[in-house]
């Protein structure tokens, strides 16, 4: 069984550009959650997405969205870019819940 | 603020030895706790997990307890490999809503030394 992959996983930007993440869960998997981790603030929740609905979302700028296409895979946009949203950014998929949730290897974003 | 906490950035513990992670957690309506490793340029795997209605959960090496009265669990690992030597990060996560996002720690750095 596949495991959750994201593309791409290097990614370098200059200030006030955008950039789209991707994500593709596990086959099956219905839920995608987004996670953006830094080494001051650890993992922070950003959303989550199931059946292409947002059912959660962390305390995160509007600069930052997501969406979910019918066959489960995730984007993640971030428009305006700033330094401090260098970052590795981690999605995981599950069956439906936090039970055990799958993660991919993460995208390393550079801001400049 | 930080609603779980592992105080501990790293710990260095001999192979075959204990390793004791800890975690503390302020939100008392996380109902449902994970641990997860992390090595470098890898996501976080999953570990093992402990629902609010148990104190103990073991799976092989790996034993996890939870004390909901001090709001704090721990995660055991024994004996101890040199291939243990990850960030080990505790998440939790609540009912409703809550339930649709982790919360997580920002890790202990494990380091088993031969």
């Known amino acids: 069984k596949a495991g959750v992959t994201q593309t791409p996983r290097y990614l370098i930007k200059t200030r006030g550009q955008q950039v789209t993440l991707s994500c593709s869960p596990i086959s099956g998997h219905r839920s995608v959650s987004w996670y953006q981790q830094t080494p001051g603030q650890g993992l922070q929740f950003l959303f989550e997405y199931f059946s292409e609905t947002q059912r959660n979302k962390g305390n995160f700028p509007g600069r930052f969205s997501g969406r979910q296409f019918s066959n489960s895979r995730s984007e993640m946009n971030v428009s305006t870019l700033e330094l401090g949203d260098s970052a590795l950014y981690l999605c995981a998929s599950s069956l439906g819940s936090t039970l055990e949730q799958f993660f991919g290897p993460g995208t390393r974003l550079t801001v400049l | 603020d930080q609603q779980v906490k592992q105080n501990s950035p790293s710990l260095s513990v001999q192979e075959g030895r204990i390793s004791i992670l800890n975690c503390d957690y302020t939100?008392?309506?996380?109902?449902?706790f994970l641990w997860y490793k992390k090595y470098p340029a890898e996501g976080p795997t999953f570990l093992i997990s402990i629902s609010s209605i148990k104190d103990k959960n073991e799976d092989g090496r790996f034993t996890v307890f939870l004390n909901k009265s001090a709001k704090h669990l721990s995660l055991h690992i024994v004996p101890s490999q040199p291939g243990d030597s990850a960030v080990y990060f505790c998440?939790?996560?609540?009912?409703?809503?809550?339930?649709?996002?982790?919360?997580f720690g920002k890790g202990t750095k494990l380091s088993v030394i031969p």
């Open positions: 939100n008392s309506m996380f109902d449902y």
């Open positions: 998440a939790a996560s609540g009912p409703g809503a809550g339930s649709y996002q982790l919360t």
